[in-house]
């Protein structure tokens, strides 16, 4: 084991912080809830990139103005702003758009509960076009709505490059069609266990702790790809599923924080759990898709690629599960759970 780690913690000193950082940055969440016909209590969640925060802020219409001075909090990954907004007219109808959002990488979820009704209304603005026009009452059943929720589980795990080092380093672990189907499976089922519970507060998990977890776990599922790689073998390596299912009940936790971070309509709980629930598992079968066909289509190309190029995926994922383990576990002594 020392063998397998001392080259990796070497290695990581040497690897670009941005790579393993990405996992930090949430959407943006903005919730307009109205307390008069033209008034509204404002929730604004600033997302924060290594500590920094996004250079993004909503713009409302030119009548509308925040009533005395908001008040902030800070989170681990967002700074939280709360004020009331004072218009001369309702903001349905109208637009709301988020400045510098086009070159933040990220997106800005809205939600709008309108004066005197129990539905909400829910909006997924994107840096291709930072704007989102309020629907009316007429307009709000015909809007996506929850089903947002659907592609924010998609994203959620194509941009979260630590769920998905884990992946590629179990289907590099796993030759045989079967088994890997049992070790997805396994992962999966696990995943959407742990989100489920903690997405409804049966269950919380400090994030702190978490964040140096997940990352330990990735660092192990390097080491083994390494193993892998070399001819040895190891428990993991001879029962991957049982691997799968422990990590995907960590990981799960970890999916369950970025959809913490959006927050649920209280109205359509279960819905939007189950849609942000599909979509992560939407995007994990994608992403092992698109290595099984990468992986094929190497082979039929039948080029002799030389032994270090063959162990660059296992040091990758050593190197990154490494740099935020020592990241993360610095984080955690320094500030604490």
Sequence with gaps: MRRVLLPLLMVAALLMPRLVSAHDLFPGFLELQATGASTYQVLWKLPLLQGQRLPIAPRFPDD??????????????????????????????????????????????????????????????????????????????????????????????????????????????????????????????????????????IVQVPAAPLNAAIALSILFIGTEVVRFTRGQTSFTLRHPWVLACGFGLLHGFGYARGLAELGLPHHELLLALLLFNVGI?????VFVVLVLALERAFRQLQIRWPVWVRRVPAWTIGCAGAYWTIETTVSLIKGGV
């Design 64 to 201: 509308c103005a925040l009533q005395g001075a908001p008040f902030s909090r800070q989170e681990a990954t967002a700074l939280v702003y709360q004020a009331k907004l004072s218009c001369r007219e309702p903001l349905e109808g109208r637009v709301i758009s988020i400045d510098g959002l086009a070159s933040a990488g990220t997106e800005v979820l809205l939600r709008v509960r309108p004066w005197q009704t129990e539905a909400l209304q829910t909006l997924l603005i994107q840096p291709e076009q930072p704007e989102a026009v309020i629907p009316t009452a007429s307009e709000a059943d015909q809007q996506p709505g929850v089903w947002s929720y659907l592609r924010l589980g998609i994203e959620h795990i194509l941009l979260g490059v630590d769920h998905l080092l884990l992946l590629l380093g179990l289907v590099l672990i796993v030759r045989d069609g079967w088994m890997l189907l049992k070790t997805v499976t396994a992962f999966t089922l696990a995943n959407s266990i742990t989100l489920s519970v903690s997405a409804v507060g």
């Design 281 to 285: 598992e939407i995007g994990q079968d």
